[in-house]
């Protein structure tokens, strides 16, 4: 055990990290599950981070406006690419995000090939470096993740998909450069998984957040005292999380008297 590890000044501005990714990928990810379409955000995140690595070859510099505009571009280039697959070919949708996923991650490859720290750079991009997040870097993605939750909660993108397909590259954009691909699919996806059967749409979204924070917490600790990777250990806390969430509603939910295999009927998923 590592208690050196327990930091405040790199352990707070991670944590404010994950809160934030936290903040606007609860509500994402619940729309994400409710509409079906999984692993649009593992494209997304592995197209918007093609389009970091594109960005850093040209030269920009790595937190530069001339890299946050190629990195948009190309999420939002491919969320309209998929907004319009799913408009034309809904019956294969899951199937074209599994492919664009693939192609992205595999022109990546290509785009390092002759990168002597080309797999450094795809570690990075993927398993993230949160622990190296400063306060500094923070106040442009607050802004950033407070106007899309305002634009989340005013506009209906349920009849909207396309503000939710901008939406969500917008974030996503934002979220890859903080924490990596793999903890911005687990943020999506762990906190929605957990709060997915909460009846109301308030519901949800706490028991969504008290995941991702749980998750977030944990992780970052764990990490610290183990000398462990962080994006890794935290995917895993989220699990963990997730599952305590979980179990904690169909705990509450279960009535007086009944038995662990009891007849009582399952709560639809939540629909709102």
Not at 73 to 84: N, P, T, V, W
Not at 162 to 169: D, H
Not at 231 to 244: D, F
Not at 256 to 272: C, H, I, K, L, N
């Amino acid at each position: 055990m590592n208690l050196d590890g327990l930091d405040a000044a790199i352990l707070l501005p991670a944590l404010a990290a994950g809160a934030l990714v936290v903040a606007t990928h609860v509500p994402l990810g619940l729309q994400v599950l409710k509409r079906g379409i999984i692993f649009i955000d593992l494209a997304i995140a592995q197209i918007a981070g093609l389009g970091v690595l594109l960005a850093t070859v040209m030269g920009f510099e790595d937190s530069g406006w001339g890299l946050q505009l190629t990195a948009f571009a190309a999420a939002l280039i491919g969320a309209l690419l998929l907004y319009g697959c799913e408009r034309r070919w809904p019956q294969v949708l899951e199937a074209v995000i599994g492919s664009v996923f693939v192609l992205a991650a595999s022109a990546g490859i290509l785009l390092l090939a002759h990168n002597p720290h080309g797999g450094e750079h795809l570690k990075d991009l993927l398993v993230g470096q949160i622990l190296w997040v400063g306060f500094d870097q923070l106040p442009p993605v607050a802004g950033l993740y407070a106007a899309v939750l305002v634009a989340w909660f005013t506009l209906d993108v349920e009849r909207r998909p396309i503000a939710f397909y901008v939406l969500f590259a917008l974030s996503v954009t934002a979220s890859v450069q903080l924490v990596g691909v793999y903890l911005v699919f687990a943020s999506l996806i762990l906190p929605a998984l957990a709060a997915r059967r909460r009846r109301t749409r308030s519901r949800a979204l706490l028991a969504g957040y008290a995941t991702g924070i749980l998750g977030y917490v944990g992780g970052l600790l764990l990490a610290a005292l183990g000398d462990l990777p962080a994006g890794a250990v935290v995917v895993w806390a989220l699990l963990v999380s997730a599952l305590l969430v979980a179990g904690s509603g169909a705990w509450r939910r279960r009535p007086a008297g009944a038995s662990s295999s009891g007849s009582a009927q399952s709560p639809t998923d939540v629909v709102e």
